[in-house]
């Protein structure tokens, strides 16, 4: 059985060919191996007994599965199959719904054939479909939706196809060759927009008072360049210099954020979709989609200093995630939900790292960035703090325009005694928006609160 077939959306799954005769032979099912077996039994039996009757049955019971395997080795069915995962990247809880179509291109009809396409345990049960004779050109489609609970990322596929005969003596595998991926990104909640300071003036809620989307004009014109566009002369300047002069434009800046995600093993305790890292995760990543809808330009970075830009832009925006509403905006967004989806804990014991990439401004890995110091965003998910990692972290606000920390403690999660109102009340100190994360409560409703609480002492800026 072979195959080829245009490809879906999900990629093509390619058949293997027939296989040897031994490979046939050895798909003999239950109900194959025990005719084989009587037959031969029988055989023996009317030889000692000398029973030819009985010799005729055997051989009929012993013969009957061989014609059989014999037959299904040289059937020639060509046999194409895709699969069309939509969408390729959902959320936590969410579905995807998967589209099998199988065509037979061969000049003969197909018999019975049983679809199964492979599938994780954590995606749902196995699917398997049977198609009953499939005509020359005809084509079958099927469906099946999968979901987790588990962000990650899950193969699917390969598809298989059963060939088996009307006696059911002989069945039949056929691998097909493509597989697909099935990304599940951590769930993302809708937050309410919250009036934030301290940013640059760009496309961020303060940005929009003071630059336009198309940037703004200098005051000082200057000569005109070969391509510069006409509606862009200054005929007042061309008038006084005597010669062509066009007004210059200057590019908007983007308001920047960085979103810091404290994945330390030791920061966390539990495992599971509602367990305190899973709500640093899903709040992560609730929140770069948010800051890329408003038109900031974000990055993510983790406690070992590992930087994820976005992708594309000139200039500064390579560092950061690209402006809303373009396909770059997209991209970006869809790199770091990339990441978040298999961000696992990592094997550090502070945030020192995490420190030095916001100070200087990069990431390892992650390439040049402009950091939050002097007039960016900084939101960060920290787990456990003792005493010496609260200081580290309350020196990251440096002299960024506005920081956020939601802390998770492990101790308040487990109901246990917790220090973690002190820890706190040491980030407020050192100019942060602070908050402990209770367990059970929605990021929403933290987002807004975040949005009215006040500045802790010592902040230039902070939320309104």
């Known amino acids: 059985m072979s195959a080829g077939a245009p490809s879906g959306a999900g990629g093509v799954s390619r058949g293997a060919g027939a296989g040897g005769l031994r490979a ?53 069915h060509r046999v194409s199959g895709s699969r069309r995962l939509t969408p390729m990247r959902v959320p936590a809880g969410s579905e995807a719904r998967v589209q099998l ?27 398997r479909f049977v198609l009953d004779r499939v005509e020359p050109g005809g084509r079958r489609e099927v469906s099946y939706r999968v979901r987790s609970d588990l962000r990650g990322r899950y193969p699917l596929g390969p598809l298989q196809l059963r060939l088996t005969d009307p006696f059911g003596l002989v069945e039949l595998t056929r691998s097909f060759s493509a597989y697909d991926t099935l990304t599940v990104i951590p769930r993302i909640e809708a937050l309410v927009p919250v009036r934030l300071t301290g940013e ?16 703004d004009d200098d005051v000082i014109p200057r000569t005109y360049r070969r391509g510069d566009d006409l509606r862009r002369v200054h005929w007042r300047s061309t008038a006084r210099y005597g010669e062509l002069m066009v007004r210059r ?26 367990s305190a890292f899973e709500w640093a995760v ?56 990339d990441t978040l989806a298999v961000v696992g804990h990592s094997d550090g014991a502070g945030l020192t790292r995490a420190y030095d990439a916001v100070r200087s401004g990069g990431g390892h890995g992650g390439g040049g960035f402009s950091g939050a110091g002097g007039d960016g965003l900084l939101i960060a998910f920290f787990g456990d703090l003792d005493d010496v990692q609260t200081e580290v972290a309350a020196k990251m606000r440096g002299r960024c325009g506005a920081a956020v920390a939601f802390v998770l403690d492990s101790a308040l999660w487990a109901g246990r005694p917790s220090r ?18 209770p367990p059970g409560v929605a990021f929403g409703e933290l987002w807004r609160r975040a949005g ?11 939320w309104g």
Not at 53 to 72: K, Q, S
Not at 301 to 323: F, H, M, N, Q, W
Not at 421 to 432: I, P, Q
Not at 452 to 462: F, I, M, Q, Y
Request: aromatic residues 4%; proline residues 4%; charged residues 15%.
């Open 420 to 437: 973690v109102e002190a820890r706190v009340g040491r980030l407020r100190d050192a100019g942060w928006t602070a908050l402990a994360v």
């Open 24 to 76: 046939s032979l050895a798909g003999l099912t239950t109900r194959g191996r025990s005719f084989l077996a009587a037959g031969v039994a029988a055989a023996l039996c009317a030889y000692v007994l000398g029973q030819g009757e009985l010799l005729r049955v055997g051989l009929l019971l012993a013969v009957l599965p061989l014609i059989c395997v014999f037959a299904l080795h040289r059937t020639r």
């Open 282 to 337: 899903s709040g992560a990543a609730s929140t770069l989609v948010h800051l890329l809808e408003q038109g900031f330009s974000a990055r993510l970075l983790t406690d070992s200093g590992t930087s994820v830009p976005g992708s594309g832009g000139s200039g500064g925006s390579e560092k950061y995630g690209a402006s809303s509403g373009g396909q770059e905006s997209a991209e970006a967004a869809g790199l770091m939900m």
């Open 249 to 274: 434009e200057e590019q908007p800046q983007r308001s920047k954020a960085t979103v810091l995600l404290d994945t330390r093993g030791a920061a966390f305790e539990g495992a599971g979709p509602d």
């Open 200 to 215: 640059t003036s760009g496309y961020g809620d303060g940005g929009r008072r003071s630059l336009a989307l198309a940037g």
């Open 101 to 127: 179509r199988m065509e037979n291109v061969s000049r003969l009809p197909t018999g019975l054939l049983m679809l199964q396409d492979r599938v994780p345990y954590v995606l749902g049960p196995r699917p």
């Open 452 to 462: 009215n609480a006040p500045v802790g002492t010592g902040t230039s800026g902070g």
